[in-house]
C-alpha cells in the first residue's frame, strides 16, 4: 500500500474516532446525570464504561495521530508501534473493566438495589443505539487494524451492556427482579474479559517479534533455497512491525563467482519471491559471497 494511501486511511479514521468520542461524550454525562438523579448504580457503571470508550477513543484518535506523521517521515518507524501500544492500553482497560463489573455483580446479588427503572431503560437504549452507531462506523477499519478492533470491541461491548441495563430495568420495573441486573452484568464481564484476551494476545504476539501466524519459517528458507544462485541460508527471523507490515531478515550464501550484476538478480528474485508467495514486503537480505567466507 502505498504513503498516500495510508495517509487517506488514517485521515478518515480520524473523522470517524472524533465524531465517536463527541457521541460518547454526550451519552456518558447524560447518563451520569439521570443515574446521580435516579439513584441507579447499574447506570452509573454504565457511564462508567462509556466514558473508558471516551478514553479509548481518545487513546486510538492520537495513535492514529502518530501513525500518520509516520507515513509523513523517513524512518519514522517507532510512530508506526504507535497503534500497537493503544492497544495493549485499550486491552488492558477491558480486562480491569471486565474485573470490576465482576466484583460489583457479586456485590449486586446480596445488596440488590431499588431504583426508579424507567428512566433507566431510557438512557441505557439511547447509549446502546448511540454505541450500536458509533461500532458500525468504526467496523470497516477494525478488520485491519488492532488499535481499531480494540475500540470496535470497546463500543461493541458497551452496546451489549447498555442493552442488558435496558432489559434488566424493564423487567426489574414490572416485576421487581432485581437479581437479573448483577446476572447480566457478570455475563457482560466474562464476554469483556474474553474480548480482551484476544486483543492481548495479539498484541504481545507482535510485540514479542515472534514470528506471525501462517508463516512457516522451514517453507521459507526451502523457498529460497531453491531460487538459483542461492546455495545456502542462515540466521533467518520474521517478524510484524504492525499486523499488517511483516518483516524478513536472513543471510545468504551465493554460488561461487557471481558479479555485481547477478548478485543484485538474485537478491531482486528473492524479494520478489517473499513478496508473492508470502506477503512479505519489507526484506533484508545479507549476501554472503565466497570470498567473504
Not at 126 to 133: E, K, V
Request: aromatic share 12%; glycine share 2%.
Amino acid at each position: 500500500m502505498s504513503a498516500n494511501c495510508r495517509s487517506s486511511d488514517y485521515s478518515g479514521r480520524q473523522s470517524k474516532l472524533i465524531l465517536s468520542v463527541i457521541i460518547n461524550l454526550i451519552v456518558t454525562i447524560a447518563q451520569a446525570v439521570v443515574a446521580l438523579l435516579t439513584g441507579s448504580l447499574s447506570l452509573l457503571s454504565d457511564a462508567a464504561h462509556n466514558f473508558s470508550d471516551v478514553f479509548s477513543l481518545l487513546v486510538s484518535f492520537f495513535a492514529n495521530k502518530l501513525a500518520l506523521e509516520s507515513t509523513k517521515q523517513k524512518n519514522a518507524v517507532g510512530f508506526k508501534r504507535a497503534e500497537i501500544l493503544a492497544s495493549l492500553i485499550n486491552g488492558s482497560l477491558l480486562i480491569l473493566m471486565g474485573l470490576a463489573l465482576i466484583k460489583e455483580a457479586v456485590i449486586r446479588f446480596f445488596q440488590p438495589l431499588e431504583l426508579d427503572s424507567l428512566w433507566v431503560v431510557y438512557l441505557a437504549l439511547f447509549s446502546f443505539f448511540a454505541n450500536l452507531f458509533c461500532g458500525f462506523l468504526l467496523k470497516k477499519d477494525a478488520v485491519d487494524s488492532l488499535n481499531m478492533k480494540s475500540v470496535y470491541y470497546h463500543l461493541v461491548s458497551d452496546a451489549v451492556s447498555s442493552l442488558a441495563v435496558a432489559i434488566a430495568a424493564y423487567f426489574m420495573y414490572l416485576w421487581k427482579v432485581y437479581w437479573l441486573d448483577p446476572l447480566l452484568t457478570l455475563l457482560i464481564a466474562f464476554y469483556l474479559v474474553f474480548l480482551a484476551y484476544k486483543v492481548l494476545k495479539e498484541v504481545v504476539w507482535i510485540l514479542m517479534h515472534f514470528v506471525p501466524k501462517g508463516i512457516d519459517l522451514n517453507q521459507i528458507e526451502k523457498r529460497i533455497l531453491e531460487v538459483d544462485g542461492v546455495v545456502n541460508i542462515h540466521h533467518l527471523h520474521v517478524w510484524q512491525l504492525t499486523e499488517k507490515e511483516i518483516h524478513c531478515q536472513a543471510y545468504v550464501d551465493i554460488a561461487e563467482d557471481p558479479s555485481l550484476s547477478q548478485v543484485s538478480a538474485i537478491l531482486d528474485n528473492l524479494k520478489k519471491t517473499l513478496s508473492e508467495e508470502f506477503k512479505i514486503d519489507h526484506v533484508y537480505l545479507q549476501p554472503k559471497l565466497p570470498f567473504d567466507k
